[in-house]
């Protein structure tokens, strides 16, 4: 049973699924982005950030750069083109 204890916190960051920079109202930055290619750029830029975030990983962001490219690769098996 839900109460106030254990809600969940909603104003919390989360830095890979939904960060908040990345968010103008309600339309996030990918949505726009995705809004704005055709369906193969965008999968390009799928690609492209799941090869940035694992080049970086061992110098930058270590896990979080690791779940930053499972998500693009999430968002690329996922997304209908």
Avoid at 40 to 58: A, I, P, S, T
Wanted: hydrophobic residues 35%.
């Amino acid at each position: 049973m839900l109460n106030a204890q254990n809600l969940p916190e909603w104003n919390s960051t989360d830095n890979v699924n939904h960060p908040k920079h990345y968010k103008s109202g309600d339309i996030e930055c990918i949505e726009s982005i995705e809004a704005q290619l055709t369906a193969e750029e965008f999968r390009g830029f799928l690609k492209g950030n799941v090869l940035k975030y694992l080049w970086r990983e061992r110098i930058k962001g270590g896990t979080e750069s690791l779940k930053k490219a499972q998500w693009y690769l999430n968002k690329l098996i996922t997304s209908t083109f």
